[in-house]
């Protein structure tokens, strides 16, 4: 009997592990509806490459019940084609995996659980390069989301 118990205390044990994990993963952020616009001087919508004065990144963040609601910031790290990433300056830096990595804008927000519309901005202050460049969204210590977009006249 006492063997059955052992073995059936050590199973529960195991069972409520798999289902921490499972709800750890559940409760991370996730990013939606990802757009880039490039906008010149006056705020409006461009088309032309040496007029970008502003990139625009709206987003959605997706309803998860799961996750602890709250007061969240945002980190946006974009990556030029040749893997360097935009940065104001070197001390925006924020830990991931343990180590600081940098990022070129964050926001905070009060996260409800509900689904939520937001953007953030990229003041344009070098000139940059065609390609294609990477846009990754972090928050709570993860990677919420990663895209790609193009920039080429």
């Known amino acids: 009997k006492y063997q059955a ?13 798999s289902l921490n994990q499972v709800v750890t993963r559940a409760s991370i952020l996730e990013i939606t509806n990802f757009s880039m616009t490039p906008l010149n001087s006056k705020g409006k ?11 625009q ?3 959605t963040i997706a309803k998860n019940v799961t996750a602890v609601p709250g007061d969240k910031t945002i980190y ?14 070197p001390n925006n830096v924020f830990q991931y995996e343990n180590k600081d990595i940098a990022y070129s804008a964050s926001k905070n927000i009060e996260f409800t659980g509900e689904a939520r519309n937001d953007v953030i901005f990229w ?3 070098e000139i940059l390069p065609k390609g ?10 993860n990677r919420i989301g990663s895209f790609t977009f193009t920039f080429e006249k």
């Open 5 to 17: 118990a052992t073995e059936t205390v050590n199973q529960l044990s195991k069972d409520k592990e």
């Open 45 to 55: 919508k461009t088309g032309w490459f040496a007029q970008t004065t502003n990139l």
């Open 57 to 59: 990144f709206k987003y």
């Open 76 to 89: 946006l790290r974009i990556t030029r084609p040749d893997e360097q990433v935009l940065t104001k300056s």
């Open 123 to 125: 003041k344009v202050g």
């Open 132 to 141: 294609t460049y990477r846009a990754e969204f972090f928050a709570d210590g």
